[in-house]
């Protein structure tokens, strides 16, 4: 029996711990494979030969070692303010726009509505692009403003003249800042959230009709009070299986616009790696530090 579920509301702290942890836990790992290949790449000696003026630098104390402990706590604090801030434009677009749902089975996810899906997480998406195109404009606005009023040199003011065919002097600068400020500040959100849609349509498009096919997504909730529910355990293997499927085929079209053809083979790897490394996470951690909390109706 299919059992559609919509996510109402995510529990902040629970969330923000949760994913902040695995993150941690990903990041520990990262930098474990690097501290690996750093250690293979320095016994191969070929650091001498493609860059000799690095031959004495100890890659593994200089680099390998320090990110161990770097790799996994900026991974840990950036999560915890990129989860928390997420999870609360979830919470407060879910009433204007519409929650992601969930066809469930049991534990598998059957199917993710393509619209509902794609619409608020485009939506979150496009919000962090306008606070960050906020911020670079707030440093690049004043930059602009500054060499404006700086007058331009003759010989470099009659270069670009003979290189543009237009005179130009230094308040047309003030006029290029203007309109960089605007790309980043309205454009950017607009390109972020209409590549957004179609990027979260396809993926919700691919798993729909491709992916469980092969593999489902496994989600094991447990009702807790009312329309209360905890996240208690993410089935490993099957899971990994269906996302690494997922972003292969993802990787397929976005290989073939960056010309990167194996791109598909690579996302399987590291996504079937990574999720595993995830979902295997989060059951270990969830009864130590409490599982994902969600209202869904």
Same mark, same amino acid.
């Given at each position: ?198 990027w979260n349509a396809l993926f919700? @498009? *691919? &798993? ?6 092969? #593999? /489902?997504?496994?989600?094991?909730? %447990?009702?807790?009070? !009312? $329309? ?12 990994a299986l269906a996302v690494a ?23 399987? @790897? *590291? &996504? ?6 995830? #979902? /295997?996470?989060?059951?270990?951690? %969830?009864?130590?530090? !409490? $599982? ?6």
């Open positions: 029996m299919i059992d559609v579920k919509e996510i109402k509301s995510v529990k902040l702290t629970p969330f923000t711990r949760m994913s902040a942890s695995i993150y941690g836990i990903l990041g520990f790992v990262a930098a474990l494979a690097m501290l690996i290949i750093l250690i293979i790449v320095q016994a191969a000696g070929v650091t001498s030969q493609l860059a000799p003026q690095f031959a004495h630098f100890n890659w593994i104390t200089g680099a390998g070692i320090p990110l161990i402990v770097i790799l996994p706590i900026a991974a840990f604090l950036i999560t915890v303010t990129a989860s928390f801030i997420s999870a609360m434009l979830y919470n407060v677009l879910v009433p204007r726009l519409g929650g992601i749902k969930l066809e469930l089975e049991g534990e598998d996810v059957v199917k993710i509505p393509v619209v509902a899906f794609s619409l608020i997480l485009s939506a979150i998406g496009a919000i962090w692009a306008f606070i960050g195109g906020l911020l670079m404009a707030a440093f690049i606005a004043p930059f602009f403003s500054l060499i404006s009023s700086v007058p331009i040199p003759p010989e470099i003011a009659a270069n670009i003249t003979n290189a543009t065919g237009n005179a130009i002097d230094g308040s047309a600068f003030g006029s290029i800042g203007i309109v960089v400020t605007l790309i980043l500040v309205i454009g950017l959100p607009i390109m972020v959230f209409v590549f957004g849609f179609i919700a @498009i *691919f &798993y729909n009709y491709l992916v469980t096919r092969v #593999a /489902k997504i496994k989600l094991e909730f %447990a009702n807790l009070t !009312g $329309s209360l529910y905890e996240l208690k355990n993410i089935p490993v293997m099957p899971t499927l997922l972003y292969a085929l993802l990787g397929i079209i976005s290989g073939i616009l960056n010309q990167n053809y194996g791109e598909f083979i690579t996302n399987f @790897i *590291f &996504y079937f790696i990574g999720t595993a490394i995830a #979902a /295997k996470s989060y059951n270990y951690l %969830a009864p130590k530090i !409490g $599982s994902i909390k969600l209202n869904l109706e």
